[in-house]
DNA sequence: CTGTTGTTTCAGTCTAAACAGAAACAACGG
DNA sequence: CCGTTGTTTCTGTTTAGACTGAAACAACAG
């Protein structure tokens, strides 16, 4: 963790506190970070090296991230040890990433509040709001699941170009579309009804 | 956490296992749950009872869903105690959780890959390959976040109907679109490589 | 003033997850 | 057969965060 620049350190940690946030093992996250940021494929030993954990740590976490498929193995010539490396393309990683957790959780939530509903059904009039209120909930995520399975089965330029559709709108507000206009968006947004 | 339903109680910790695995405190999560299945608004005594942890905890808990504003206080007659009440629009509970997870995680990340960026760019064509990575994520999100902001600015129901844009795609592979379909686009979005 | 209600804080406990480090094992090249 | 490399599994240890329960405090209704 020394012998990275300064750049390049505030990156990793930066990117594995966001992973922990967001429920992905700090480590994970910081060894995708490192990979990421990589000119050349790194070995288990390097990343040990670089980010100071353990290296049954290092090994778990490469195997996870290739179960997520966006860490592959590389050889490097007349090196007989395994190198690593992340995908390159971000909307790659993106929707690899949206994928195996759409799978992993957001699936299984629709079927259990599908389950819920069953049974809140059969129990008669007297759930009646709770199936209400959990249809709701269950309708809306199928309707977020299947529009990302829409966006998923476009090709990427057309998906990339369906998420840009907004810019038009937004422009007849009077924002600006690239990079630093988060702020324009967060602030006066609370208690709006729309 | 005896006196639920059980259908209740199963939705109530799903949705805190949910909560814990994207970041989000379980309790939290529960409370949020409860109140939103609950046909009237509950005191904080009543969530107490019904999940069976601290008054402080409780107490805590409601305050941070009224900090991102999907809990409010309401009064009932004859009562001198506070009641809470969640919102029970979803598109609305989607949007206001989006906006503060926003502002409190993803704005900061476009802010401190810039930091980076900037850094990295200072220190000269050494570094000129983190540049270009970080560049490539810097853009993406500031897309995805630039995309959001559109769709939030757009009136709830112009929202909702550029999200289902893509149901027509999706017919074109077979697929339904209202609510049990959730099955329907889970499964064979793996291996596809746009 | 007194009892109720609610908030906040704080010290201590508990727990799940992360992590280290070692060991055992497999694969394989030379 | 030996050395290298990598994986897996195990036992402890550590740590962050969640959580409890109590206490101090404020507000206020009657």
Redesign the interface.
Known sequence: MDDL????R??IL?WGE?G????INRTVAQVHALL??S?EPLTADDLVAALGVARSNVSTSLKELQGWGIVRVVHVMGDRRDHFESL?D???L??VIM?ER??R?F?P?????????D??RR?GPR?A???E????????????????????????SA?IQ??????R??SL?G?G??????????AP??QR??
Not at 5 to 8: E, G, I
């Open positions: 620049t300064p750049a390049a505030k990156f930066h966001m922990s946030r967001w429920g990421f940021v000119p390159a971000v909307w790659e993106f929707t994928d759409k799978k959780e699936d939530t629709v079927a259990a509040l599908a389950d819920c509903i049974e809140a129990a759930e709001h709770l199936a209120r959990l249809t709701a909930l269950h309708d809306f995520l199928s309707s977020m699941g299947g529009w990302y399975g829409s966006l998923r089965a476009l090709p990427r998906a369906a998420l840009r559709l907004g810019d709108v937004k507000f924002f579309s690239s990079s630093r206009s988060a702020k324009a968006s967060v947004t609370r009804r729309n």
